[in-house]
């Protein structure tokens, strides 16, 4: 038997009634025929060219079931609910699905949040639902795979087909529809048991999941308080212990490397490189005590040998120190000077809980610039009490910024310097506090070693002072870094200023100041001879007026003196708990920094300068 392919046009409506099929060949020899699938081959008016009407005892819409299927679970849909991407899908499949709240998508991937975080909350898709119970109510869905036939009006774009039943299948659906009548009631209230305890599940999960999330920021917040307060107490405490060590092993290296040297030296030609050191005995109670308060290091005692013999008449040295001393002019605060005695900062400072700070400068607008040797910062301090600050540390991790002393400004503020005792480079930073070109101290084809600056100063000039404390030297550049020239200092120079071509400079292990001409002439020295009693001189700065303010350390004082040595008047700072290292002056305000108890006080002289 030969076959031929049927092609449908608009002409003809449909396969012909006078075309046979192999569904009239096989129904001829006695065979029930279904058809599966789609037909297009045309309906005709009144479905005139049905399958029905080609031999074929049963027609399945297999496109209409796959249609009807959700594509998570592939059964029929059960109370389909619409996602905010469009797609379609059973509510058991989106209960399986939902976690805290939100539903990810099967096909898609996209998210839907719900608000409330139930199924209940999406939209139902009542096309789906309709056509469902549609199919459902004119048995368009077969059961146990016996499928009734359809026909339509014309047209299956999408509507209802119409019946052609057989008397058996009437009584069949008669039976179905009394059992699922009898059913139903209960079944259907079952279901909404069941969703209900599905919903309250999920309520309970959620919540679950909100509390735990809750609690486990909130550990997160406190641990990073409390691992925060640890770090600035090891800022605070240790790192400052180990910078000490650090500090007091470099000394010990550095000695033993001066003394080869200078042994060598010696052998070749006969000659010592620097004069004897002629200072007085080392007193070994104030040796401790600057020891414990770490501001003392191997440098200051002298020669190693002279330390050694100190060390030998231990037992034979009067350990009441002070009782030669001139006492101080007052041992409590005086109440003239408490009332101008106040903090630079207040409560609302934004500083480090560990901010150490130790060498300032006043720029010419007021502009306090205080050195944070702790945090390796600076802080820039405005007469308003604003407080902006910047890091002093490489992006390339260097440390060297561990042991920043002081800072002076020139160019008219435009210019910061910034010495560290670690390193023999200058830092220097714009007003905008971007790095610019560094000054380097080495001085070629010298016998000094490595240069070890503590105090910067500037002059008239803008000349840059540098008190090199490893070589017992000044050294005199310009802004450029050119060296001008160097002179040797009497002592170990710690801090200095300059003020109309008159240097002064700090010498702790000394207990004095030197007062020097910009060209190296010693001129006096301040000391206990010359009516000044010092313990420990650390910060030195002039008034406008040619006054010399110096800050004692062990003695907890500020004290004041002209260039020929006459003490004006001390102010007694232990009362206020103050150990004063950096100082320096703008107008009639003096500043004193204190880096033990982590502050910077001002005292107004206003009355006492014009007294």
Not at 87 to 112: A, D, M, N, W
Not at 281 to 294: K, M, N, Q, S
Request: net charge negative; hydrophobic share 30%; glycine share 6%.
């Amino acid at each position: 038997m030969q076959w031929q392919v049927f092609v449908s046009s608009a002409t003809n409506g449909g396969l012909q009634h006078d075309e046979l099929t192999m569904a009239e060949v096989f129904k001829e020899k006695g065979y029930d025929t279904r058809l599966l699938g789609k037909w297009h081959i045309g309906n005709g008016p009144g479905g005139k060219y049905l399958p029905m009407r080609h031999g074929f005892d049963y027609w399945v819409l297999d496109e209409v079931r796959h249609l009807l299927n959700c594509p998570v679970c592939y059964q029929q849909y059960e109370h389909p609910r619409r996602l905010s991407c469009e797609h379609v899908f059973c509510s058991p499949c989106l209960k399986k699905l939902l976690y805290e709240g939100v539903i990810k998508c099967p096909e898609c991937r996209l998210q839907t949040t719900l608000l409330p975080p139930t199924i209940n909350s999406l939209p139902s898709c009542i096309i789906i639902q309709r056509f469902i119970e549609g199919l459902s109510k004119n048995n368009n869905i077969c059961d146990n795979d016996k499928c009734l036939s359809n026909t339509s009006n014309g047209n299956l774009n999408g509507e209802l087909v119409e019946n052609v039943e057989r008397p058996n299948d009437r009584k069949l659906d008669k039976l179905k529809n009394s059992i699922r009548l009898k059913y139903q009631p209960t079944i259907d209230h079952l279901k909404e048991k069941k969703r209900s305890i599905e919903d309250n599940l999920n309520s309970v999960r959620n919540s679950i999941n909100y509390f735990t999330h809750e609690l486990t920021k909130e550990i997160q917040t406190r641990r990073s308080q409390l691992m925060e307060e640890v770090t600035c107490y090891e800022r605070r405490w240790l790192k400052p212990l180990e910078c000490q060590i650090d500090g007091l092993e470099m000394e010990v290296h550095e000695q033993i490397s001066f003394a080869l040297f200078q042994e060598d030296v010696f052998s070749k030609t006969g000659e010592l490189i620097s004069e004897v050191d002629t200072r007085s005995p080392v007193d070994l109670p104030d040796v401790r005590d600057a020891f414990e308060c770490g501001r003392l290091s191997l440098s200051d005692t002298g020669m190693l040998q002279q330390l050694r013999e100190q060390i030998s008449l231990l037992g034979t040295i009067n350990e009441d120190r002070n009782q030669n001393y001139m006492p101080s002019i007052s041992s409590a605060p005086r109440d003239d000077f408490a009332k101008e005695i106040t903090s630079v900062f207040n409560n609302q400072s934004n500083l480090p809980c560990n901010f150490g700070p130790q060498g300032m400068c006043v720029e010419r607008n007021g502009v306090l610039m205080v050195v944070d040797s702790w945090n390796r910062m600076c802080h820039e301090v405005t007469p308003t009490n604003l407080i902006r600050s910047f890091s002093l540390t490489d992006d390339d991790g260097d440390r060297s910024s561990a042991n920043l002393y002081d800072v002076t400004s020139i160019d008219h503020g435009r210019k910061l310097i910034f010495s560290n005792i670690s390193s023999p480079i200058l830092k220097t930073f714009d007003h905008t506090f971007n790095k610019t070109t560094s000054i380097d101290l080495h001085i070629p084809s010298s016998f000094q070693l490595q240069p070890s600056p503590f105090g910067l100063a500037r002059d008239r000039r803008d000349y840059i002072y540098v008190a090199d404390k490893r070589n017992r030297v000044i050294q005199v550049r310009e802004q450029s870094g050119k060296l001008v020239r160097q002179f040797p200092c009497n002592g170990i120079p710690r801090y200095i200023d300059v003020w109309n071509d008159i240097l002064v400079v700090s010498d702790s292990g000394n207990k004095c100041c030197y007062i020097y001409s910009v060209d190296g002439r010693l001129l006096s020295t301040i000391d206990q001879k010359s009516g000044v009693h010092f313990e420990m001189p650390m910060g030195v700065a002039f008034h406008e007026k040619g006054f010399i303010f110096a800050a004692d350390y062990l003695k907890k004082c500020v004290c004041a003196f002209r260039i020929s040595g006459q003490l004006c008047f001390e102010v007694d700072l232990s009362g206020y708990k103050i150990n004063p290292e950096g100082i320096t002056v703008h107008r009639n305000t003096v500043y004193i920094s204190d880096r033990l108890n982590s502050t910077v006080i001002k005292i107004n002289l206003t009355e006492f300068l014009t007294i």
